[in-house]
């Protein structure tokens, strides 16, 4: 039987231009404006992140035929498909919402339940990362390759979702401990807190409660850039989806933190 | 006797352009790598800090004989002057020395006690907002005048400093109180929030234990751009340093905030 995965060159190739289609979509949308809501869980939607997930699932309906499709604002597509991708039409609506530059779009693509690629894109910061297994990573099409740290770990930066978030997920006393035990916290939520893990600018990345295509993309990209990730418990919820609480980022700033959340 | 601000426009033209000066600076030295060695206060100082503050130094002298400075690294001169501008060469230096991109140079002029100019340049994100008093408030050259909350001030984003900060400032109620009362709260701290402030992005920052320089260029700016900006203590120091607790941003966003932390 051929390796599945003979085509992952030219599938990230290709994530990456569907993604640049998006980003401008996302760019014109921004100049443009246009319209939100709250969801039933209180989340903001606006008209882009429909747009960019319909954009997303027509170019891998064309592109990959035969592979699934799991994604934020649609119901999934081929569920029992080797091959599937999942879409964060925009992570961080609420500061897309708001004008807050920290949003962006995640593209990631499973082999069974294993991610092996992922794209990052944050259009308000014309920043990119991606990678595939065996295939590195990238950042704004430089090579990415983390170093650990090289100073004293708790002077490092770590970034995590905010108060509400660890609410809803039911991990307050992580909060508490995290803000109190390390100097140096901050609330880069969303792809944001990724993108600056994944490059090595904040030591580490603590997030808890996320969907599955909210944590793919990192998944992949983490061990191509040199990154450890840790997904510290995944907790079912009705249907296929699942909860997902991980730690990543320069391997010892990650054995820091997971002492510390212990 | 004649107007001491009647030259405004042209001081404000020359900040701006003594600042363009500075970011170019900056840029070649994160291209190039830099040192960072920790000060006595355990806050990271480098080589870029001290060579922006004695750039900043030397032109003001060259361009405005007469003024005064107040600098975050060297001691102040002409202390008694009727014009003074303070200088903070890299305000967020711990972002910086990570390579995350949310550092800033903020530069601004008193007149006696009252900021009149600042100018907030942000190289990492290519931004900059300016003003004077009456000459209005500029993000990258555009007017900016920001518009009251247009939906339930909840929603907005607060930023703020991150729980060090609070602590350091002997305000760890009011960090507590923010971050349980307010349901989205962001670190972002330094001149990030200064500046997603004064755009009207998130709805206000809590900021507290401010250094004058680190509060100056946003206090000049913030009634040009039509955000409301209010000093809730001002704590005496040794020699003519203070620390400043100040809360800024939408009008409403800014009373809710004033109320939940009274």
Redesign the interface.
């Known amino acids: 039987m051929s390796d599945p995965l003979r085509e992952l060159p030219r599938w990230l190739e290709t994530a990456n231009a569907i993604v640049d289609e998006t980003r401008r979509l996302i760019l014109d949308a921004v100049a443009r404006g246009f319209a939100h809501r709250l969801k039933a869980d209180d989340s903001f939607v606006t008209d882009v992140d429909v747009a960019v997930e319909r954009h997303l699932r027509a170019r891998i309906a064309e592109n990959f035929p035969g592979h699934g499709v799991i994604g934020e604002e649609f119901d999934a597509t081929d569920a029992g498909a080797e091959l599937r991708w999942t879409i964060d039409p925009i992570d961080g609506t ?2 897309f919402r ?4 920290f949003y962006g779009t995640l593209l990631a693509l499973l082999h069974g339940e294993t991610p092996v690629l992922g794209v990052i894109d944050m259009p308000g ?1 014309s920043l990119r990362v991606s990678g595939a297994r065996g295939l590195g990573a990238c950042a704004n099409g430089a090579p990415l390759r983390l170093a650990d740290a090289d100073g004293p770990v708790e002077r ?2 770590v970034a995590t979702g ?3 978030q660890f609410e809803k997920a039911g991990k307050l006393a992580h909060y508490e401990r995290l ?2 035990e390390h ?7 969303d792809c944001l807190g990724h993108v ?1 893990a994944l ?5 580490a990345m603590v997030d808890f409660g996320l969907h599955l295509w909210d944590v793919a993309a990192t998944q992949a990209i983490a061990p191509e850039a040199g990154a450890r990730f840790v997904c510290l418990e995944r907790r079912a919820l009705a249907g296929s989806d699942a909860h997902h609480d991980v730690v990543f980022g320069k391997p010892a700033v990650v054995e820091r933190l997971l002492r510390l959340l212990a």
């Open positions: 609420h500061s708001f004008g807050v530059p910061l490092e930066i905010d108060r509400a803000t109190r100097p140096v916290v901050r609330t880069y939520s600056l490059q090595g600018r904040v030591g």
